[in-house]
Each structure stands twice: as C-alpha cells, then as structure tokens.
C-alpha cells in the first residue's frame, strides 16, 4: 500500500492558491500492510517544503498551517513566488494517535509559470 493516497503531480501555476488533500491509510488489520499501523490515526502533522537544494521554502510554498482529520491532511499550496519554477518536496512529520512518529515525502509538486 503506498504511503500516500493523492493523485500524480502537484502542478502549480503562476496565482494558484490550491487546497489539495493527502490521505494516510492505516493498514486494514494487524496482519496487514499500511502507511500506519491498524487502528492509528495521524493526531497531529508538521508540514515542510524543500527545493532541490533540500532549502526550506515551506513559507513561500505553503499558505497557513496545515489541518488533519479522520488521516486526510489538507495543504494550502501557492505558487512560489520567492522561490519560483522548479520541483519541490513536501515532508509530513506525523505524530501518530499512539504517541509515536512517522515522516512521509511527497516529492511532485512542480511549480511552472503559465
């Protein structure tokens, strides 16, 4: 089971201000495989952007702070505006309902002007 389950690439345009979703299936059962183990859920996330230098733009590329419900973490993505056309890496820090912690990358956001 992949960690994520979002859709291909984040492509992000000149302007865009963009809600975009990522869910983080806890496995099915004990004997399962998942992102997280069964009967988890993801409490609290720390969100952080890199460029390919690994540099932090999550000021230029995320938009206020990120929200998790029911495993689903909601990103305010915008173009970024400092930073500019290129690739780009979301990193999630997951505090787990157990207290323990799990990091997951999503490495295709792509910003490109129009």
């Known amino acids: ?13 000149t302007g865009d201000r963009l809600a975009w979703t990522f869910y983080i299936p806890p496995a099915e059962s004990v004997t399962t495989k998942g992102a997280i183990p069964n009967g988890t859920t993801v409490a609290s996330v720390v ?18 702070t990120p929200v998790v419900a029911d ?12 930073n500019g056309e290129g690739r780009y890496k979301l990193t999630f820090a997951c505090t787990l309902s157990t207290g323990y912690t799990r990091q997951f990358d999503f490495e295709r956001v792509i910003a490109k002007n129009k």
């Open 71 to 82: 495993n689903v973490i909601t990103v305010i993505l915008t173009y970024p505006a400092i």
């Open 1 to 13: 089971m992949p960690n994520f389950e979002t859709v291909g690439s984040i492509n992000l345009q």
């Open 47 to 64: 969100v952080t952007a890199y460029d390919v230098l690994e540099n932090d733009v999550t000021s230029d590329l995320i938009s206020g």
